[in-house]
């Protein structure tokens, strides 16, 4: 029998497992990735797209942490757009679409380059665990490969199904297979598991399209990249097609509704409630005359194109007929079809910030395994968990993201405390200080963290600190540079005449005043355009996070506040048995993670401060 020995194993190469081992080989650990196919390394199985609402926040984060994903969707990137471009920076979200062959090879050559990770093609089919630690793996080929930390991002194939209508098919996705045997082990180790599903519409025949009956929507002129270290495009842009269903459309899935493997019982697990299928939508949104429909292209010399908006689980002559009746795709053909697929999951509130498990040591979890949906939930996941699989690994310090820091840190709480009883997905909704974690500084908020936690390259850190040297001489200019009311007036800005001095600082942050205008005078007029934006951000929002800062300072007290995981509930007599219940359930590591369970109240959490200050647990 064959053995290896590594400092961390990522069981998995989507889009966690490939942040995951990048992470950890970054921090110093030697590294390998078990994957079926390395060709199928930064395969984007769903859509052709990085980044969106909430999500570009995520891929942000990752990038100032210097993982991959942001760099790959700028080296692939064929449509730039940025998505509430007409609101406030807090909740814009950068996106590409991504030309999949060009997305793939950007995460090969980065795995390719990484020194201290390996890939291995093979499927680990079992965990090796000694008194409750988990030590390695046995492949399904027998060899065996031990580690002092094992990351497991299983995506969709715990026992994955695919569904088109009646018909069933064992696969974690298209064309590969599903992962029976160590979905059986996480029953042996009791873990506890559920079920759940997405899916997927069918792909189409660009060529078979007629582009003159559909609307276009065309790239970004001013593309908004997806990593701080690209200074310019890769690849070439293109529009994405707009159509929409029809009341023929939603005649024909009336019809056929019990032929769908959603609708017809063969479905368990639950699905996503802001991706849902377009069955599910004919049915919740009865009142509606259509749904739109994005035609987005997956490459530039690929004429496949994914019709972002129908995805399916009808059996495929209904595909076919769904398909033409909408208008342009009269005459499509499909050359995949829709399907929905189901899989097993793990409650997220077994693990701990950490992302370790929190009944094994050295088990770290990332990605759909944990309940979520989307490359980006799952690539963020995997970087967390691989920073921490290293420094379990190598005895060094672990990697926690709280709320107030960032998108990993809300999503992570998020998942850890609530668990789940749908599909995760991000939304800047979920953050109660997104003011202060948008996408323009992310870097400002991670890099300083992920230089400290020893995952940054050379190269970032020091186009990062070139950076945050610039943007403070220019802080510091607009600072010192002040005028009165009566100035200002003279030169366009409608401030009050109140006699009261103003810097250029506070002055930018004014509504009614154009950034052009401050950019001109004293040193600004020296300062490169993308620091001066930056500035005029900063500006903008430094009246509301002063606020927002005190609120952030009230959670880290709270979080600084350890529940002691032997804390036994029951002794508090005050509680009620629902709330007891969910505090074991969740056992909250800290009192600010307590007080956001489902339920809890200020009384219960001042009988479980007292508690803890008592000294009887």
């Known amino acids: ?17 490939t942040e995951a081992a990048l992470a950890a080989a970054r921090r110093g650990a030697d590294t390998v990735l078990i994957t079926h196919r390395f060709d199928r390394l930064g395969e984007m199985s769903c859509n052709p797209a990085i980044g969106g609402l909430g999500k570009g926040h995520i891929v942000r984060e990752i990038d100032a942490l210097d993982g991959a994903m942001g760099r790959a969707a700028d080296a692939s990137a064929i449509q730039y757009r940025l998505l509430n471009r007409s609101k406030g920076p807090a909740v814009q979200g950068p996106r590409t679409q991504s030309d999949r062959a060009l997305y793939r090879a950007a995460i090969q050559n980065i795995i390719k380059t990484e020194p201290r990770m390996s890939v291995i093609e093979g499927e680990a089919v079992d965990l090796l665990v000694k008194n409750r630690i988990v030590t390695g793996c046995t492949l399904a080929d027998g060899s065996q490969i031990t580690a002092g930390a094992v990351v497991l991002t299983t995506g969709t194939f715990l026992r994955g199904v695919i569904h088109i209508g009646q018909r069933t098919i064992p696969a974690g996705r298209q064309g590969d297979p599903a992962s029976v045997r160590l979905a059986e082990r996480m029953d042996e180790l009791g873990v506890t598991l559920g079920r759940l599903k997405t899916g997927t519409p069918p792909r189409l025949d660009g060529r078979t399209i007629d582009w003159t009956r559909v609307g276009q929507q065309e790239a970004d002129a001013a593309p908004v990249f997806l990593s701080f270290l690209t200074e310019e495009m890769s690849c070439r842009q293109v529009s994405c097609g707009i159509t929409a269903t029809n009341a023929r459309t939603h005649a024909l899935i009336d019809r056929n509704l019990t032929k769908s493997a959603l609708f017809g019982g063969q479905i368990n697990g639950v699905g996503p409630r802001y991706c849902p299928s377009i069955e599910d939508k004919i049915v919740r949104f009865a009142e509606k005359a259509s749904h739109q429909i994005f035609l987005e292209p997956e490459g530039l010399d690929d004429p496949t194109i994914y019709p972002n908006g129908i995805s399916t689980s009808m059996p495929e002559d209904v595909q076919v007929e769904l398909v033409q009746s909408i208008e342009g795709l009269e005459r499509c053909r499909i050359l995949r079809p829709g399907y929905a697929i189901e899989y097993d999951y793990v409650d997220p509130r077994d693990l701990r910030p950490t992302l370790e498990t929190r009944d094994w040591t050295g088990l770290f979890l990332a990605g759909q395994i944990n309940g979520t949906t989307g490359y980006e939930e799952a690539a963020g996941q995997g970087l967390v968990a691989g920073l921490n699989a290293a420094g379990r690994a190598l005895d060094l310090d672990s990697a926690v993201f709280t709320r107030d820091e960032s998108y990993l840190g809300v999503m992570i709480d998020d998942l ?21 974690l ?6 400002q908020r991670l890099t300083p963290k992920g230089v400290e936690l020893g995952c940054v390259g050379v190269s970032r850190r020091t186009a990062y600190e070139a950076k945050a040297i610039l943007l403070d001489r220019a802080r510091a200019s607009a600072v010192s540079h002040t005028m009165t009311p009566t100035e200002a007036s003279r030169l366009g800005f409608g401030l009050n005449l109140d006699g009261v001095r103003r810097s250029l600082f506070d002055i930018l942050g004014h509504a009614n005043v154009d950034p052009d205008a401050v950019f001109g005078l004293g040193e600004l007029s020296k300062v ?13 929002y430094a009246p509301y996070l002063a606020r927002q800062a005190m609120d952030a300072e009230r959670l880290r007290r709270d979080e600084a506040v350890r529940i002691p995981e032997t804390m036994g509930y029951d002794a508090l007599g005050g509680l009620s048995n629902e709330l007891r219940a969910k505090l074991e359930r969740s056992r909250p590591a800290t009192l600010a993670q307590a007080g956001r369970i489902e339920g809890m109240t200020p009384v219960a959490l001042n009988q479980i401060l007292l508690h803890i200050r008592s000294g009887r647990q």
Do not use: C, W
């Not at 400092?7 to 966690?16: E, K, P, T």
């Not at 948008?438 to 870097?443: F, I, L, V």
């Open 438 to 443: 948008r996408a323009d500084n992310a870097d």
């Open 416 to 436: 850890i405390t609530r668990g789940v009883s749908e599909p995760y997905r991000m939304f800047t909704s979920r953050a109660e200080f997104r003011l202060h």
């Open 1 to 17: 029998m064959k053995h290896r020995n590594f400092d961390v194993i990522v069981i998995g190469g989507g889009h966690a497992g």
């Open 528 to 540: 490169a355009p993308p620091i001066l934006r930056q500035l005029a951000i900063e500006a903008r």
